[in-house]
């Protein structure tokens, strides 16, 4: 059986998003910490779920679900890497970029064959 890439992917991404997390909580860094979590680990929930969509535009809805989540893990990342006493980040941003990118081709093509 051939490797689905953005499923191991994102639950890798997911996986250091929940260790990352627990550096800030440790450091009381709540908010942030939470926000990061939520969106972090949603990308690839709903890539997930996506494949057992009931259609191919539940499929591409889920997928720009995903998109959204991206946009928002980003953002919370960049605030990380741009505000001081925050670990680094610069790891996380690059693989989300990348995860993003796969996503993108993904939505894309899936619209492409509708």
């Not at 191991?8 to 939470?34: G, M, P, R």
């Not at 894309?108 to 509708?114: A, D, E, F, P």
Request: proline content about 1%; overall charge positive; glycine content about 2%.
């Amino acid at each position: 059986m051939k490797e689905n890439i953005i499923l191991t992917k994102t639950f890798d991404f997911a996986l250091q998003i929940i260790k990352y997390c627990e550096l800030l909580h440790n450091q009381k860094k709540f908010v942030i910490s939470n926000q990061l979590l939520k969106s972090g680990t949603s990308i690839g929930a709903n890539i997930r779920e996506a494949q057992n969509s009931e259609s191919k535009n539940d499929f591409i809805h889920k997928f720009k679900i995903s998109a959204k989540e991206i946009e928002e893990t980003n953002y919370w990342l960049l605030l990380c890497k741009h505000s001081e006493s925050y670990p680094n980040c610069d790891e996380l941003i690059e693989k989300l970029k990348e995860i993003e990118n796969i996503t993108n081709k993904i939505i894309i093509t899936s619209k492409n064959k509708q």
